[in-house]
């Protein structure tokens, strides 16, 4: 029972490229979602997923895609990448929406020169 | 505009001295308060919850105080031991319908042999 695996544990990108960061679970999990990290910002809900199929957005989405097209996988997309989004990652599930006791990933560091 | 707030970057503490975190939310909406800590390079981990519907709970060596009047919350840690040195948030549900934590910069604790 490996929890939540999230890959890369470290990513170097150059402005404009392209990335997924991954994320499994394997406690057969309905809720999903993903964080950055921040300096003085703590962590900022980017998108969130209820169930397969199902996604929306958080407090900062612009920049970032989801899809959900397994229970078990969620990866977070950046299309072009910017400075801006240099942070870590944290990705976490929980058994449902009530969300009472997420369980958080490892964390990708992300630099975007 | 940021929801919760934790007003203290740091707290030093002596071992075997009361630690207490504080944080407050502006959302009275909030159903649901979680508090998480941190160590280096690792994913947040769940410490402690309340319901908005309850003024205190507690865990061990963990209590969390609501004041719903105050929009205040508080984590208690008696008696502090080093290995409680991490950075804890505090977070906020904005319902059960999207289970979405809206979390705190977080107070980074040190607890002093």
């Known amino acids: 029972n490996a929890g939540v695996t999230q890959t890369p544990k470290f990513q170097v990108l150059k402005t404009g490229q392209s990335m997924t960061l991954q994320c499994a679970q394997d406690?057969?999990?309905?809720?999903m979602s993903w964080y950055r990290q921040d300096p003085g910002m703590g962590l900022r809900l980017i998108h969130y997923?209820?169930?397969?199929?199902?996604?929306d957005q958080g407090e900062v989405p612009n920049g970032y895609n989801v899809s959900r097209s397994t229970t078990e996988d969620f990866p977070l997309r950046l299309l072009s990448a910017a400075p801006s989004q240099t942070s870590v990652y944290f990705c976490?599930?929980?058994?449902?929406?009530?969300?009472?006791?997420?369980?958080f990933g490892q964390g990708t560091r992300l630099t975007v020169v | 505009d940021q929801q919760v707030k934790q007003n203290s970057p740091s707290l030093s503490v002596q071992e075997g001295r009361i630690s207490i975190l504080n944080c407050d939310y502006t959302?009275?909406?909030?159903?649901?308060f979680l508090w998480y800590k941190k160590y280096p390079a690792e994913g947040p981990t769940f410490l402690i919850s309340?319901?908005?519907?309850?003024d205190k709970n507690e865990d061990g060596r963990f209590t969390v105080f609501l004041n719903k009047s105050a929009k205040h919350l508080s984590l208690h840690i008696v008696p502090s031991q080093p290995g409680d040195s991490a950075v804890y948030f505090c977070a906020a549900r904005e319902g059960s319908n999207t289970g979405k934590l809206i979390f705190g910069q977080g107070t980074t604790l040190q607890v002093k042999p």
């Open positions: 406690m057969n999990h309905e809720y």
């Open positions: 976490a599930s929980s058994y449902t929406n009530m969300n009472t006791e997420a369980f």
């Open positions: 959302n009275s909406m909030f159903d649901y």
């Open positions: 309340i319901s908005s519907i309850k």
């Open positions: 997923s209820v169930g397969a199929g199902i996604t």
